[in-house]
């Protein structure tokens, strides 16, 4: 029953996300909806996994609903490769270095201040 309770929750992630992208969308071409969700859920991921998780008890399958269902249909590592190649086949090199930094450096980091504040919720 779980797996459909996983499908029911990346069905919303993955509705949030194309929202964002419909919301977010502009003439710009850096694709900055993706960048944004993607650093939202690192920061996300890490809060709940280190954060809420520890003060508010679930069971481990519904951890996984939440985490892999919603936080993984709502982060897209895909888009930023196929983005990352646009970028690049648009002659936007220097864009798409940046992108790839920005992405990487910048989920770490959200990933660090979501497992920060968790850590402080958890304390509570």
Excluded at 10 to 26: H, P, Q, V, W
Excluded at 31 to 42: C, D, E, M
């Amino acid at each position: 029953m779980h797996y459909i309770y996983i499908g029911l929750a990346g069905a919303f992630g993955a509705m949030l996300r194309y929202s964002a992208g419909i919301l977010f969308m502009t003439d710009h071409v850096f694709p900055y909806a993706t960048l944004l969700v993607n650093l939202l859920g690192s920061f996300l991921l890490a809060w709940l996994t280190y954060g809420l998780f520890k003060k508010v008890r679930l069971e481990e399958k519904m951890k996984m609903v939440i985490t892999t269902g919603f936080v993984g249909s709502f982060t897209t590592f895909s888009a930023v490769s196929v983005e990352t190649v646009e970028l690049f086949q648009n002659q936007s090199v220097l864009l798409g270095c940046v992108y790839i930094f920005v992405s990487l450096i910048g989920g770490l980091g959200m990933s660090e201040i979501g497992f920060r504040v968790g850590k402080g919720v958890s304390k509570k």
